[in-house]
């Protein structure tokens, strides 16, 4: 990003671009995306995210904290007292509240906007859903808890991913705060 911040501007742009895309390539009209984006800084991490792609850090001690926030209906419901984090529900209530479209139309999408401290040692790894939902809460806590550094972090998740059947295409970016000295 141009400036000096990660703002919700950016993701509006990116969803402009999609949109004039979208006008010369015509099989992405309609198309939808979820999005998390970071800005790392010395000692500063900005993240934001449309959908349920997340954002997660991994303290030095093998913490592991969401940075991001779900747009699911799920999500709300959890906000709102109407349903437990800690109850499983079906998977009609993981349906995105929000995302970017292909849409010039529609741009009045939610934006979450996190923000934490970077440690030497920690760990900060973007990954779409495809991610988060092939491997169990568990599993992927895990691998992000004992992971040696970012590289092995990715290798580890694409394999258990590819293991567990990719049903959708994914991503993730891990990068890490080195400890120099």
């Not at 209530?93 to 929000?98: G, W």
């Not at 495809?130 to 992927?140: N, P």
């Not at 972090?153 to 694409?158: E, Q």
Request: include cysteine; charged fraction near 20%.
């Amino acid at each position: 990003p141009h400036g000096d911040t990660l703002s919700g501007r950016h993701l509006r742009e990116a969803q402009r671009l999609l949109c004039e895309r979208a006008q010369r390539i015509p099989r992405l009209r309609g198309g939808a995306s979820t999005i998390v984006a970071a800005r790392v800084t010395v000692g500063h991490i900005t993240v934001l995210n449309c959908g349920d792609s997340r954002a997660y850090l991994r303290s030095a001690s093998g913490d592991v904290r969401q940075l991001s926030r779900d747009h699911t209906e799920l999500q709300y419901l959890i906000e709102t007292g109407a349903a437990s984090k800690n109850v499983e529900y079906a998977s009609i209530y993981d349906v995105l509240t929000d995302c970017i479209t292909a849409d010039p139309n529609d741009t009045d999408f939610a934006i979450h906007r996190g923000e934490a401290c970077l440690a030497p040692g920690d760990l900060l790894a973007l990954c779409s859903d495809s991610v988060h939902d092939v491997l169990t809460k568990v599993d992927w806590h895990t691998m992000l808890g004992t992971a040696a550094d970012p590289a092995a972090l990715v290798s580890a998740t694409r394999a258990a991913v590819l293991a567990a059947g990719a049903p959708d295409n994914f991503s993730v970016i891990a990068v890490s705060n080195v400890i120099i000295g």
